[in-house]
């Protein structure tokens, strides 16, 4: 037996990342294993650099910006609209800023429409830790306020139309945003590889933590309540008694390797949108209502947009999607004064469709596994931190929760060799 244990973690998404390197600073020997290439999960940048979305943080995700500060990448992520968040209605032509943060609104120019004495009282029902109804439901005697603010807000924060969209998993965003600071929209300032993703894995380097790509799990063997074997697609890896797991994977792979467990089962897609048009200035975050494009993120680099829950349009193809939303993008940029050239005609345009981009996030309490399915495996991944729809900010805690099921020194957990009861757990 090996005198010092190893951690393996699977899967090389933020929460992986994240795990990775709570085990490497409490001394842990970490092994990390990817599947793919390249790491980042569904927050990496594309082979060509290019984001697979319009990720952005808010001040209220502080474990999120914990752990870019502990891996030296906070300052490159900006505060993209410190004046409030710039809204473009495609239905009167209207642009107005409104804040996110309630503490925010005694500014009357930065309140969102329809906020009167009724619908704030709705909106503080909301935030309420109590019942679970669709949000549309709750918000339907407010339907300004509801289109203005809460309805991109539940589309954005939980990528669940409005209609079936939970409001108790909504109400723990609003509560988050109730504090000082929280309202802040913050994005990367050159993309999510150089600014998250990149750093992420130097400082995993320099933790001493291994990392092996195209390494994808195909079946775990267990015995006595504990994994001892790790199969991958062409070795496997015996585990010691001391040596432990941490599978940070999406619903549907843990699902393949613990047949067990129940996982979140249904799916909502998102629609990324990227085009090729360089822009001078800073970088720009507008929400668009009433479009199909709901965020525009400009950078010097290029032009992106989102759509999430993004049922029927990841139906359509993507040549027929450029020009509607190449045209709410040079609406938006004419109302707030964006400079550079904003021709008519569409430039180059790639289209990421993620079709299993995070759970639904409807009424009821999805499936919720434990945290550590056997005595040397715990779970990690943004679906499986309980309340908080499936977000980075969920990847990091979830990722710091998994790897403080390990947090003892490796020399105390003991376990048994004893395969005589082993047995494979399927792929």
Same mark, same amino acid.
């Given at each position: 037996?090996?005198?010092?244990?190893?951690?393996?973690?699977?899967?090389?998404?933020?929460?992986?990342?994240?795990? #990775?390197?709570?085990?490497? $600073?409490?001394?842990?020997?970490?092994?990390?294993?990817?599947?793919?290439?390249?790491?980042?999960?569904?927050?990496?940048?594309?082979?060509?650099?290019?984001?697979?979305?319009?990720?952005?943080?808010?001040?209220?995700?502080? *474990?999120?910006?914990?752990?870019?500060?502990?891996?030296?990448?906070?300052?490159?992520?900006?505060?993209?609209? !410190?004046?409030?968040?710039?809204?473009?209605?495609?239905?009167?032509?209207?642009?107005?800023?409104?804040?996110?943060?309630?503490?925010?609104?005694?500014?009357?120019?930065?309140?969102? !429409?329809?906020?009167?004495?009724?619908?704030? #009282?709705?909106?503080?029902?909301?935030?309420?830790?109590?019942?679970?109804?669709?949000?549309?439901?709750?918000?339907?005697?407010?339907?300004?306020?509801?289109?203005?603010?809460?309805?991109?807000?539940?589309?954005?924060?939980?990528?669940?139309?409005? $209609?079936?969209?939970?409001?108790?998993?909504?109400?723990?965003?609003?509560?988050?945003?109730?504090?000082?600071?929280?309202? *802040?929209?913050?994005? #990367?300032?050159?993309?999510?590889?150089?600014?998250?993703?990149?750093?992420?894995?130097?400082?995993? $380097?320099?933790?001493?933590?291994?990392?092996?790509?195209?390494?994808?799990?195909?079946?775990?063997?267990?015995?006595?309540?504990?994994?001892?074997?790790?199969?991958?697609?062409?070795?496997?890896?015996?585990?010691?008694?001391?040596?432990?797991?941490?599978?940070?994977? !999406?619903?549907?792979?843990?699902?393949?390797?613990?047949?067990?467990?129940?996982?979140?089962?249904?799916?909502?897609?998102?629609?990324?949108?990227?085009?090729?048009?360089?822009?001078?200035?800073?970088?720009?975050?507008?929400?668009?209502?009433?479009?199909?494009?709901?965020?525009?993120?400009?950078?010097?680099?290029?032009?992106?947009?989102?759509?999430?829950?993004?049922?029927?349009?990841?139906?359509? $193809?993507?040549?027929?999607?450029?020009?509607?939303?190449?045209?709410?993008?040079?609406?938006?940029?004419?109302?707030?004064?964006?400079p550079g050239d904003w021709p008519q005609a569409p430039p180059a345009m790639r289209a990421v469709k993620e079709r299993r981009a995070t759970p639904r996030h409807a009424v009821g309490m999805p499936p919720q596994p434990p945290r550590q399915v056997y005595r040397n495996l715990a779970l990690a991944g943004d679906w499986t931190w309980p309340r908080l729809p499936a977000t980075i900010e969920a990847a990091v805690l979830s990722g710091e929760a998994a790897a403080g099921v390990f947090s003892s020194r490796a020399d105390s957990l003991g376990g048994s060799e004893n395969t005589t009861t082993s047995k494979a757990v399927p792929s």
């Open positions: 037996m090996n005198s010092k244990s190893t951690c393996h973690v699977i899967g090389a998404g933020v929460a992986g990342l994240v795990a #990775a390197l709570r085990l490497a $600073q409490r001394g842990r020997a970490v092994m990390l294993h990817e599947a793919t290439p390249v790491a980042g999960g569904r927050c990496r940048a594309l082979p060509d650099g290019t984001d697979n979305g319009t990720h952005a943080l808010m001040g209220a995700n502080r *474990a999120a910006l914990r752990f870019l500060a502990d891996i030296g990448a906070r300052e490159a992520w900006v505060e993209a609209e !410190p004046e409030g968040l710039p809204v473009f209605d495609m239905a009167d032509g209207s642009a107005r800023r409104i804040a996110a943060s309630p503490l925010a609104w005694r500014d009357p120019a930065k309140r969102p !429409p329809g906020l009167s004495t009724a619908a704030f #009282a709705t909106l503080l029902r909301l935030a309420l830790p109590i019942g679970d109804r669709p949000v549309a439901e709750v918000m339907a005697a407010h339907p300004a306020l509801y289109r203005a603010l809460i309805e991109p807000l539940t589309v954005a924060a939980l990528n669940t139309p409005g $209609q079936e969209a939970s409001s108790a998993r909504l109400g723990v965003v609003l509560r988050r945003l109730g504090r000082p600071g929280a309202g *802040a929209v913050l994005v #990367a300032r050159e993309g999510l590889g150089p600014d998250l993703i990149a750093p992420a894995l130097h400082a995993l $380097q320099q933790a001493g933590v291994t990392t092996r790509f195209g390494a994808r799990l195909r079946a775990m063997t267990e015995a006595e309540g504990r994994i001892i074997a790790l199969h991958f697609g062409d070795d496997s890896v015996a585990l010691e008694a001391r040596d432990q797991v941490v599978l940070a994977l !999406p619903p549907w792979e843990v699902a393949r390797l613990i047949p067990k467990l129940r996982v979140p089962e249904r799916h909502a897609p998102i629609l990324n949108l990227h085009f090729a048009h360089q822009t001078a200035g800073p970088v720009r975050f507008i929400g668009v209502l009433g479009g199909l494009t709901q965020w525009i993120l400009v950078r010097p680099s290029g032009v992106s947009i989102t759509v999430s829950a993004a049922d029927a349009e990841v139906e359509e $193809q993507a040549p027929d999607l450029a020009p509607r939303a190449w045209a709410e993008i040079r609406a938006a940029a004419k109302a707030f004064g964006l």
